[in-house]
């Protein structure tokens, strides 16, 4: 990394020579996993990049944006309204960790038996090693699980964190409560950013959001032909930097890739042969450089043509009506989003069956792999009822739980191929 | 076990066998627990008898009940607002499970790294062993936790189960969705018994709830005294019977009980000697017949003299004001209960370390013991902040996790010795 960089992490109070250890595993592991693929769309060069560039150019951008004066804030959810920031021209960063690497240090103030995605982000903030997490005015939590709503009251020691209550039914009286959480969380960002969230403004950051939506849902809709003109891991990369890019930039390049992938479908070229075994994903996010499963199952002979998860089709639904007059409205509108997601935080959440029913039928999928991380109680207890109703549907389904060592590769493995023959024969 | 009972078990669609296999390891168990201690209460006597027929008269009781047109319904939290119960003259009986036997079978609907308490819960209900379980009309589930949460969705395939949505912070947006939700209970149990709820029903089931609760901050206070006029264990035990019996009959053995333990008091008679290193318990609820942790520092020579948990004082917390003249006021009243009871489950959750040391102090403690059930998340992240404002007072702590097995209970008794003896050096 060239010594601007380095300058940059100095003044961002990094810990350098425990980055320079996390940086450094990351090349190899990237090049193992995505380089090697055959017929990667030319498209992927863009994220390639921002890839390479998460840790260097894209925070010179944050910085220099926030010398200019905008603000920068942290999200955990994709719940959080993020059309609120951009209607100030502030910065958004999702900020989940997907690295074992910081786990140990997550571990020092968390339960050890505790989601690795939460014990992760926390040890990235405690072990200075993610630049996002230095860069932050402010991070913007939520009370999705237990897990994360009481981890914030410890992280808020290290970095001021202001905590949403996302409701835990869909009824009226949860929509007028997130209504009212959205109505506060606009004056936070106003007076954090002194800028008030004028209709115009937030029109504007809501038709921000709403073509990152659906770009990425065209995305995923050209993952639907067979053969499949990209693969599960860099859809999956593309949606993991979908929180970390500048919104505009990704949307047009995520657009761009699809006309690539759509000529490809035109000609029936893809990244597999046709009738390859197709794999949809569903359950808890897989946050940035968790890449463990998508590989597993690609370099298994199958390949993932979908992902209902919060790093998938739950980032995008819920597009926001773009047609309210005043804040009231719009605020209205942002907080519908809560009906059209369906995450296991909720209660009940039949819905989400439907959703991943849907899923199965539009990507073709032959089987569906059910992953929890460890410890993820909404997921995990909700995985009985997704599964029965997937074997009702005649669905071939296998559950996997993991976390983000390498220790039960070997096992996730064996498990993986027998599904992949079970479902071929 | 009488015939009487087998026959009325047979109706309740127990699964005889098991349950007599459950219930034959009970007597060995509190014997040994509970006989042996010295210089018991004449007033347990009552206890001991309440404990015992706990699957017998009581239920006998319960059934006559609801011959008589009485609803019955379960509950699993000190939210739960019994009072709308005792209103339509219903039955209410805390359902949470304190016991390893019904853990495996639990875990066959629910994911193994979860709550010992809910695994146990919903295991009674599959092995058809806990009467009350069968004899309910309906049950009251709340979103306290993760864990819960998501359980009331696969128990309600058993047993109709209705979900009251907990705010997860105490501001005025949550004391407005709590009041709404219970409102909608009112309705329900409405519905259900047949009968309206009336200001003046109300008003008596508010009576009712706050008498149980005066009686049992009585005991509690009686506890304060050096020597201690009756052991954690059997204070445990009462408490844990509390969500069982009737409680206007509780009401009345507990402050009968009082009466002795303040003459007690008077004469400076305990159950320890002056001096005995006293510990308070604080952290997850500890339901029948869970009696683990108390009988391990009882029999290493110290004595419990408080616990700041749901079978503890967090059960009692929150006296409902009784001069609310209209429903509408009254159910204001109840939804206040909220701010009044300090659990992991809100964010934040600051006062509960006031509370913490204001037992400390009234109760004379010399340590603090921070229980956590395995793999509940709430308790155990606060464990930490929780901690360190205890040593920040200069008191004592030692945490502790654990289940319902007997596993780990030479290694726990191990670190508690090794606790007291810190304390007395």
């Not at 992927?44 to 921002?50: E, K, L, V």
């Not at 209504?179 to 008030?196: A, D, M, Q, T, V």
Request: charged share 30%.
């Amino acid at each position: 990394m060239s010594d601007t960089y380095r300058e940059m992490w100095r003044e961002l109070d990094m810990d350098l020579e425990k980055h320079d250890v996390f940086l450094g595993t990351l090349p190899v592991a990237f090049g193992e996993v995505f380089l090697r693929q055959e017929n990667r769309p030319a498209g992927m060069a863009y994220f390639d990049n921002a890839l390479a560039e998460a840790h260097g150019g894209r925070i010179q951008e944050i910085l220099a944006g926030k010398k200019a004066g905008r603000m920068v804030a942290g999200t955990f959810c994709v719940f959080a309204p993020e059309e609120l920031i951009f209607a100030v021209d502030g910065i958004s960063i999702g900020l989940c960790g997907g690295a074992q690497f910081t786990v140990p240090t997550g571990e020092q103030v968390l339960p050890r038996n505790l989601c690795p995605l939460i014990k992760s982000a926390m040890g990235f903030k405690l072990d200075r090693i993610c630049p996002y997490f230095q860069a932050v005015d402010f991070l913007i939590g939520e009370t999705t699980c237990d897990g994360k709503k009481k981890t914030w009251e410890i992280l808020n020691e290290y970095v001021p964190t202001y905590v949403m209550e996302l409701p835990q039914k869909k009824g009226a009286a949860d929509l007028t409560l997130w209504e009212g959480e959205i109505h506060r969380l606009k004056e936070e960002i106003e007076h954090r950013s002194g800028r008030e969230i004028t209709a115009d403004r937030l029109a504007s950051g809501i038709k921000m959001a709403n073509a990152r939506r659906d770009a990425l849902a065209r995305l995923y809709r050209a993952r639907w032909a067979d053969p499949v003109p990209i693969s599960g891991k860099d859809a999956l990369l593309i949606s993991q930097l979908a929180f970390f890019d500048d919104p505009e930039r990704f949307t047009a390049q995520v657009n761009s890739l699809c006309d690539e992938l759509e000529d490809r479908i035109a000609r029936g070229e893809g990244v597999t042969r046709k009738g390859a075994p197709r794999i949809l994903v569903t359950g808890t996010p897989m946050a940035l450089p968790y890449w463990k499963l998508h590989h597993l199952v690609e370099t298994s002979g199958a390949v993932i043509v979908g992902e209902e998860t919060c790093t998938g089709t739950r980032y995008f639904a819920g597009r926001v009506a773009e047609d309210g007059r005043t804040v009231e409205d719009q605020v209205k509108d942002l907080a519908r989003r809560l009906t059209a997601i369906n995450c296991a935080c909720f209660t009940p959440n039949k819905d989400r069956v439907e959703d991943i029913l849907r899923l199965v039928r539009d990507a073709r999928a032959d089987g569906v792999i059910y992953f929890s991380l460890q410890f993820c109680q909404p997921f995990g207890v909700e995985g009985r009822l997704v599964e029965r109703a997937l074997q009702e549907a005649g669905v071939p389904v296998l559950r996997l739980e993991s976390d983000y060592s390498e220790e039960d590769v070997a096992q996730l493995k064996t498990r993986i191929e027998a599904f992949l023959e079970m479902i071929a024969s």
